[in-house]
């Protein structure tokens, strides 16, 4: 069974800090990775993707994957209390579905 | 360019009752794909419809059905619904039958009682 694990937190970070979020997924033939952003009560919002083995930077945000490991993580730069939501991974073999984590919790204290 | 809608917002059913939720798909996207999110859990995947065709089924039972119409846009239907069913039901767009980079809607909650 396809598995993706993230620490459920509350991850709690001071503000203009740096927050970094873990995924660790099961299934080796994994090759789409994306992070979404969710707020209470509101739907996934996607923030980020990545594809290659590396770093991809897109404003305050960087998503790392290393799929030797069977790794990515999120890295928030200049954490704002806007940030503070859940953060869920999703991992997407090819042809096949989304299987998304539990989420981590992220509050960014002012 | 229009986002993917959902309807309704809220719905209370009881016990042994059917819903039919709908999703209409984002402008220039042909797959749909649905997702249940329980209260502090991740989505889980229900299924996807690509060009009107299922295309990839969770494990979810069969009374958890769907539809695709030509426009794209697509219907949930879940009949004798049970406690557990009480959700909140997603709905994503994609473009192409392997649906990478997905967008949700805003979802419909769904309590039973």
């Known amino acids: 069974q396809k598995e993706v694990e993230q620490n459920s937190g509350p991850l709690s970070v001071p503000e203009g800090a740096i927050a970094s979020l873990n995924c660790t997924y099961s299934?080796?033939?994994?090759?789409?990775f994306f992070w979404y952003r969710q707020y209470s009560g509101k739907s996934p919002e996607l923030i980020m993707s990545?594809?290659?083995?590396g770093d991809k930077e897109d404003g305050r945000f960087t998503a790392q994957l290393n799929k030797a490991s069977q790794y990515v993580s999120l890295l928030i730069r200049d954490s704002q209390p806007s940030d503070s939501a859940t953060y869920l991974c999703a991992v997407k073999v090819y042809g096949q579905n989304f299987v998304f984590g539990p989420g981590t919790r992220l509050s960014v204290l002012p | 360019e229009t986002g993917v809608t959902q309807s309704p917002t809220h719905l209370i059913k009881t016990r042994g009752q059917q819903v039919t939720l709908r999703c209409s798909s984002q402008s220039g996207h042909n797959t749909v794909s649905w997702y249940q999110q329980a209260l502090g859990q991740g989505p889980q995947f229900i299924f996807q419809?690509?060009?009107?065709?299922?295309?990839g089924r969770g494990n979810f039972p069969p009374r958890f059905s769907g539809l695709q119409f030509p426009n794209y846009s697509s219907e949930l239907n879940v009949n004798a619904l049970e406690l557990d069913d009480s959700a909140l039901y997603l709905c994503?767009?994609?473009?192409?039958?392997?649906?990478?980079?997905?967008?949700f809607g805003p979802g419909t909650r769904l309590t039973v009682l």
């Open positions: 299934d080796r033939g994994s090759q789409s």
């Open positions: 994503a767009s994609s473009l192409g039958g392997s649906g990478d980079e997905q967008f």
């Open positions: 990545i594809y290659s083995n």
């Open positions: 419809y690509y060009r009107e065709e299922e295309n």
